[in-house]
């Protein structure tokens, strides 16, 4: 039972243009969002996150917006650069018992800007 | 990822073996996550632990894997009688400063295969 969802398992832009990862969730319980980036051989490393009473978040080039009736988020990776070229990983959380805050991730979608 | 260190960084082990993974969380945190990265999927959680006790294992396999955070010392991951099917990377996770949203700081983790 696959609670968050990333359908696109890879996208490649063109540098300076807008790149855009989607994500769709499940579970009505998760009342945070986050975005992982990945590099090969590396853990992930934070990129954003919005709670689930916002609609958008926005930290420099990166804007996450939520549509919570959609169940759907999405990240803006504006203007794209070459070193942006990473596994992006979707992951949402709920406080669980016991004060855990365990992550479900999605399965991630390879982003590549072409110089 | 600076502060969560997790080693060996590869670890190779035939059919039948133990593993044991390590981690050592950032400097003056006393919990840990593990989580595991089956090739081509996301990462699923496993455990959260605090020093001394276990807090949530509800994603740990049922029979061959446990944890343990010591008072003193990294907290280990054990794998006995690893088979083909524990091949993965595994991570190792310190909650961040915002422990409300569910952000964590990740180590480089450790990548086992299994022979």
């Known amino acids: 039972d696959q609670q968050v969802k990333q359908n696109s398992p890879s996208l490649s832009v063109q540098e300076g243009r807008i790149s855009i990862l989607n994500c769709d969730y499940t579970n009505s319980m998760f009342d945070y969002f986050l975005w992982y980036k990945k590099y090969p051989a590396e853990g992930p490393t934070f990129l954003i996150s919005i709670s689930s009473i916002k609609d958008k978040n926005e930290d420099g080039r990166f804007t996450v917006f939520l549509n919570k009736s959609a169940k759907h988020l999405s990240l803006h990776i504006v203007p794209s650069q070459p070193g942006d070229s990473a596994v992006y990983f979707c992951?949402?959380?709920?406080?669980?018992?016991?004060?855990?805050?365990?992550?479900?991730f999605g399965s991630g979608t390879q982003l590549t800007v072409l110089p | 990822n600076a502060g969560v260190m997790q080693n060996p960084r590869h670890l190779v082990r035939r059919r039948g073996q133990e593993a044991r993974l390590r981690c050592s969380p950032m400097?003056?945190?006393?919990?840990v996550y593990w989580y595991r990265q089956l090739p081509e999927e996301g990462l699923k959680f496993m455990v959260y632990l605090q020093k001394e006790n276990i807090i949530d294992e509800s994603g740990m396999p049922k029979e061959r894997f446990s944890a343990e955070f010591p008072k003193e010392g990294p907290s280990i991951l054990r794998i006995q009688q690893v088979v083909r099917g524990d091949s993965a990377a595994y991570f190792c996770?310190?909650?961040?400063?915002?422990?409300?949203?569910?952000?964590?700081?990740f180590g480089q983790g450790t990548r086992l295969t299994v022979v």
């Open positions: 992951a949402a959380t709920f406080l669980s018992s016991g004060s855990a805050r365990q992550l479900t």
């Open positions: 996770a310190s909650p961040g400063p915002g422990t409300g949203t569910g952000e964590a700081f």
């Open positions: 400097k003056g945190h006393s919990h």
